[in-house]
């Protein structure tokens, strides 16, 4: 009871960070995964040197959903490219390699994850604390699944985010830590170190391609993902 008496403090380590994490879930499952700060873009607006990870539960809509605005604390957007898994992607047996992630994955689907959470202002409350609150994930728009994605140059893939109409991000694939297979290689790995495991069927967002846009009530938000298509949503 000491230790997590202790973690009850703002985290001074990233260990410290995802074991509160680890106490949050408890016993859910997780259907899925974000990983954030993929990008240097990322890097630089969280003021940190290389990705992190959190759980996701049962915060994931469908592309087109509506969405009531107050129950979004200090909400942002960011498009993102996310992978479903059809098999398990374990490190057990050494480093996970891009090769492998790729064989692991059934589909991809673009994506918008919502973020915000307890700071007001993410990119200064310092990263150990933005881990501890779920990486600042508030919830995950998924566009339509694409199985027939492996001749796509998915580092190639433009990205742009629109809001109310208005340009006001823009990317491609590689962004995100060169790719998105390079981003779920990763998170495999990573989540080996802490006894975890990705399973199939959860869905992975990771990282965003076409930067940060604050949201307001009323907006309309479009990402387009070249041949990976489109995803939208309305604030009400």
């Known amino acids: 009871m000491e230790s997590i008496s202790k973690l009850h403090t703002s985290p001074t380590t990233t260990d410290d960070s995802y074991a509160i994490q680890d106490l949050v879930v408890g016993d859910a499952a997780e259907v899925g995964w974000k990983i954030g700060a993929t990008s240097a873009f990322a890097q630089e607006f969280l003021g940190?040197?290389?990705p992190f990870c959190s759980p996701m539960i049962d915060n994931i809509v469908a592309t087109g959903a509506s969405i009531e605005f107050s129950s979004l604390l200090n909400p942002m957007m960011e498009p993102e490219i996310a992978v479903v898994l059809g098999t398990d992607l374990s490190a057990a047996a050494g480093p996970v390699t891009v090769d492998q992630a790729r064989a692991a994955t059934a589909s991809l689907r673009p994506s918008i994850e919502l973020i915000g959470g307890c700071f007001p202002d993410i990119s200064a409350c310092g990263v150990e604390s933005l881990i501890a609150d779920w990486g600042g994930n508030l919830g995950i728009v998924l566009g339509d699944p694409v199985t027939e994605w492996h001749d796509i140059d998915l580092q190639?893939?433009?990205?742009?985010?629109?809001?109310?109409?208005?340009?006001?991000g823009a990317g491609h694939g590689a962004d995100a830590m060169g790719g998105p297979m390079e981003a779920l290689a990763w998170l495999a790995n990573h989540l080996h170190r802490r006894g975890k495991t990705l399973r199939a069927g959860q869905i992975v967002t990771t990282g965003t391609c076409g930067g940060v846009a604050p949201l307001r009530a009323d907006d309309n938000a479009l990402a387009t993902h070249g041949p990976l298509g489109e995803v939208s949503f309305t604030l009400v």
């Open 48 to 50: 940190c040197d290389g």
């Open 156 to 168: 190639a893939v433009p990205v742009e985010l629109r809001q109310n109409g208005a340009v006001v």
